[in-house]
């Protein structure tokens, strides 16, 4: 069984930074992409970014883009999310989600559901 282990979420002042990590166990598959959403209280979960396990090609939403940079370690199974220049609409639950047989952009743009998820890690950008 798949399991996602998120980490690094907590309390920042706007303009400051944050790592998000998650870590995949349980699992040999080769072929996946992993990524983050997030939900605002009040609001729907929505894309933040994804990166495709094999090549490392990665798809971000546009929101984020500039900001925020998705990575992985294949050796740690664990894909990291480097969070920049914050803001307080960035203030949400971030969960992690990996997705099999497909891609970064598979998984952004057409996976109306994900196969699996993290615990979610609370980030809060303070004004």
């Known amino acids: 069984q798949v399991q996602l282990t998120e980490s690094g979420g907590g309390l920042v002042q706007a303009g400051g930074s944050l790592t998000l990590s998650c870590a995949a166990s349980?699992?040999?598959?080769?072929?996946?992409?992993m990524g983050w959403f997030r939900q605002a209280p009040g609001k729907e979960r929505e894309f933040v970014a994804a990166?495709?396990?094999?090549?490392?090609?990665?798809y971000s939403a546009d929101p984020v883009l500039g900001r925020f940079t998705i990575g992985r370690d294949k050796t740690a199974n664990t894909v990291y999310l480097q969070m920049n220049s914050l803001k307080p609409e960035d203030t949400a639950i971030y969960y992690c989600?990996?997705?099999?047989?497909?891609?970064?952009?598979?998984?952004?743009?057409?996976?109306?559901?994900?196969?699996?998820w993290g615990q979610g890690t609370q980030v809060t950008v303070s004004s």
């Open positions: 990166i495709t396990w094999s090549d490392g090609r990665t």
């Open positions: 989600a990996l997705d099999r047989f497909t891609s970064a952009q598979v998984m952004a743009v057409l996976r109306a559901t994900h196969d699996y």
């Open positions: 349980g699992h040999t598959l080769s072929n996946y992409a």
